[in-house]
């Protein structure tokens, strides 16, 4: 076995206390006792009253875990009844004021004493009746979903800390420090979105949001609170020296409060680059640092050239925040070593909120063994963070069993059979730029797909799944619980299959699709699947509200034992005479929506991933499909936060999807689908994925995306959605003709697919069916004039 190797800078941390602290746990409790309240309060099922005394008591439930989990010091703030940033909005009075209509007997005061109050918060998080609610966008490029806060030029701020120091005051009977941990200015504004139109700046209210916050750090002082964190994520991000000034004027001012805590600045997701000079020289009392493997020797670098920085409180993101994977004891001591030779007072958490990993490995009862040893979850975080702030404070002997079972499981992990399979090695090593090319350019691929497919101008399809009713839903539980014998199963899927097909046909849909009922999630259902994945039992994690889902583990190296829809979709297609469409999700997005792999390149895995799905496509080809669509909507929301990143994201991810689709004849029609609101940052990169057809949602920016692809030279066929999925409403026939004329007048209409927004599994069929036929007569309509 091999020793480890404490860096010698270990010896300057002698007779230094290093604490153990985090900067936020879960949420929604560990049996998602949060949710069930939330949604029973929704239903009118409960009272508020009920819904807050959950809440107390998964707060409860968490505050012992932190304390008995051993941290020095804990964070609080971070639990919220739906998002930390709409709590953020709420803290400073940030609410916009068509909420105040909506909710006119709210008390405005106090989310904790009024019931109005809250209703008027989950208006601003669900809606109401005529209000939408406040837009979601993901956070930072992680798969939780935060409420962006809405900002007038007009907007005034006022201080509502009733939530936070309710909490405080909870925590603070644990007898330990308590760290409020709040969304900074900064970060808060540049994430808010103006309702003043394109020119109007939300930061540029930073003048009028700064005494709000200088009058909660004189309440958290009267508290007794000695340290509060800001964080402002937004500072790994590429910042323009209008922001950073933004950054230097903040932190300048809100240090120059005369009764406060000490201010501390949370970063993570990435490196400050020139942020931290920034912060630092703006008068900051602390600094938290991302240290996992990515970013761990540019944060290093820049902190070492900070002069400042030895007087400040740095705080340590030695582990991984944000994935599944035990951390590396010996590696995160070296690096906890380096940074004690350059500040003075160093202290251990997660590089970020533990609120992105589920609560606890070990209860994980299914898992392979093999891999359950491998995997750490908030609650092993804890310990972890625990273990290195005890051997920073007291040397490496202090922590010499807990290092010897860290290597061992790290050697296991790197010698296991399940991580390195040769021979899916040798095949990824094999790959050439022949795999990533059809074999024909566009022109002739296309001649021969409409010749096969004889579909006719303006074709209409869907994205692929329908409507999951309450039948579909009980089949697939029963079916898993092992109450459904596998024929009654297959027999119960066929039959949806069979009215779907019928419906489409009846509708007069060109190109048809299976419904995907088979399918509970288009992530988990392939990961299922695939050896080198695994899924869990208690693995959830918060989405946005009461959402929670259970990402796969991309835990070894991927291999397809079989063939995954082939039978489904051969099955769909034996049904009619009319195309099918098969239906997988891409390499990119099996990706994103998973925790990946840390002992290997992010594009290694994809390669893997893009391997495994190319003989699926070859396969569905070989059983006579005549169409595929690998569908790649999390193409953009992994894209790097700093642009210099993106070029090589961009490489990598482009030819997973070209090696997954470009094994078939120039006859077999490649579709894919994206659907987010913005393509203007990868137009360059949906050109190169070389797809015949492309799905994109389209109809909310009012087909904006067609004029961005005839600009950008797009040499293919484009499908943009004339339906908005996402709302509960049928378009209308002059609807669908108006953006369907609208696409036509930017690109030909020989190239111009006429499909919805994304996938209906969500709607119902009193909508979906009336929709379709207002589709297809539009389609109708138009093919007459051409
Ligand atoms: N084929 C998937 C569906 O229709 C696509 C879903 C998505 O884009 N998120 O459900
Ligand atoms: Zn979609």
Redesign the pocket.
């Given at each position: 076995m091999t020793t480890t190797h404490p860096s010698p800078l270990l010896s300057r941390s002698a007779g230094r206390t290093v604490l153990a602290t985090a900067y936020g746990y879960p949420r929604q409790g560990r049996d998602r006792e949060l949710k069930r309240g939330q949604e029973r309060y929704w239903r009118g099922d409960t009272s508020i009253d009920e819904l807050l005394t959950i809440a107390t008591q998964v707060r409860a439930q968490r505050l012992e875990t932190l304390t008995s989990a051993g941290l020095d010091e804990l964070p609080v703030g971070d639990f919220s009844l739906y998002d930390h940033v709409l709590d953020t909005a709420w803290l400073v009075g940030a609410i916009p004021p068509r909420f105040d209509r909506a909710v006119p007997d709210a008390d405005p005061a106090s989310t904790h004493t009024a019931e109005g109050g809250w209703q008027r918060y989950f208006a601003m998080a669900r809606g109401t009746g005529d209000e939408p609610p406040l837009e979601m966008t993901k956070w930072f490029d992680t798969n939780y979903h935060y409420l962006v806060p809405e900002l007038s030029g007009s907007a005034t701020f006022r201080l509502d800390p009733s939530k936070l120091l309710a909490e405080v005051a909870e925590a603070q009977r644990y007898g330990r420090p308590v760290r409020p941990v709040i969304v900074g200015p900064v970060t808060f504004l540049s994430l808010a979105k103006s309702v003043d139109g394109d020119d109007f700046d939300p930061l540029a209210l930073l003048d009028r949001l700064l005494p709000v916050y200088a009058e909660l750090l004189t309440q958290l002082a009267d508290a007794g609170i000695a340290w509060v964190q800001l964080d402002e994520p937004i500072a790994v991000t590429d910042l323009s020296p209008a922001q950073l000034q933004y950054l230097a004027r903040a932190y300048a001012t809100l240090t120059a409060v005369e009764r406060r805590p000490k201010i501390l600045v949370g970063s993570y997701f990435g490196h400050l680059g020139e942020a931290a000079a920034t912060l630092v020289d703006a008068g900051i009392d602390g600094l938290g640092v991302e240290l996992t493997r990515d970013t761990a020797s540019a944060t290093v670098a820049e902190l070492a050239v900070l002069p400042r920085l030895r007087e400040l409180r740095v705080i340590a993101g030695l582990v991984d925040g944000r994935n599944v994977w035990r951390t590396d004891l010996a590696a995160a001591l070296a690096t906890g070593g380096t940074l004690l030779g350059l500040a003075d007072q160093v202290d251990v958490a997660p590089s970020c909120s533990l609120l992105h990993v589920p609560h606890d490995a070990s209860r994980e009862n299914d898992l392979d063994p093999e891999v359950a040893a491998w995997l750490a979850f908030a609650d092993q975080k804890l310990a972890e963070v625990v273990t290195l702030a005890r051997g920073l404070s007291s040397g490496t002997e202090a922590i010499a069993a807990e290092l010897e079972a860290n290597q061992a499981v790290l050697a296991q992990r790197a010698a296991s059979s399940i991580t390195r399979n040769r021979a899916v090695r040798d095949r990824a090593a094999a790959v050439s730029a022949d795999d990533l090319r059809r074999r024909s350019a566009y022109p002739e691929r296309a001649r021969r797909q409409h010749e096969r497919l004889a579909l006719p101008a303006l074709p209409t399809t869907?994205?692929?799944?329908f409507p999951q009713t309450a039948e579909i839903r009980r089949a697939r539980a029963a079916y898993r619980a092992g109450n459904l014998a596998s024929e009654d199963y297959q027999a119960a899927m066929r039959t949806e299959i069979d009215r779907v097909i019928a419906l489409q046909t009846e509708i007069g849909v060109d190109l048809l699709?299976h419904g995907?009922a088979e399918?509970n999630d288009?992530v988990q259902y392939f990961a299922e699947q695939l050896d080198g994945i695994v899924t869990t039992e208690y693995g959830w994690v918060q989405s946005y509200g009461s959402r929670c889902v259970r990402p796969p583990i991309i835990a070894g190296d991927i291999t397809r034992p079989a063939p995954m829809t082939v039978e489904w979709t051969s099955y769909a297609q034996s049904r009619t005479t009319r195309p099918m469409k098969g239906?997988l999700?891409g390499p990119v997005?099996m990706l994103a929506w998973s925790f990946v792999r840390d002992d290997l390149p992010v594009a290694e895995t994809a390669r893997q991933m893009a391997l495994a799905l190319r003989d699926e496509v070859n396969d569905l080809e070989a059983a006579g499909v005549a169409a595929i669509?690998v569908?790649e909507?999390a193409l953009r929301e992994t894209l790097p936060l700093r642009t210099g990143d993106r070029p090589d994201y961009l490489r990598w991810a482009v030819d997973a999807f070209r090696l997954s689709t470009a094994g078939v004849t120039d006859e077999t029609q490649i579709h894919t689908?994206?659907?987010y609101a913005e393509f203007g940052d990868i137009l360059q990169a949906i050109i190169e994925l070389d797809a015949d057809v492309i799905s994109l949602e389209a109809a909310r920016s009012r087909m904006e995306v067609v004029g961005e692809l005839a600009e950008a030279g797009y040499p293919r066929e484009v499908g943009p959605g004339v339906w908005d999925i996402h709302a509960p409403r049928v378009p209308s026939t002059e609807e669908i003709l108006g953006s369907v004329r609208l696409a036509c007048a930017q690109l030909p209409a020989q190239r111009i697919w006429i499909n919805p927004d994304?996938?209906?599994?969500t709607r119902g069929y009193a909508e979906v069916e009336p929709a379709l036929r207002h589709l297809v007569a539009a389609a109708q309509q138009l093919r007459t004039e051409m």
């Open positions: 869907t994205i692929g799944s699709v995907e399918r288009m239906m999700t997005t669509q569908d909507p689908h994206m659907c994304c996938g209906l599994k």
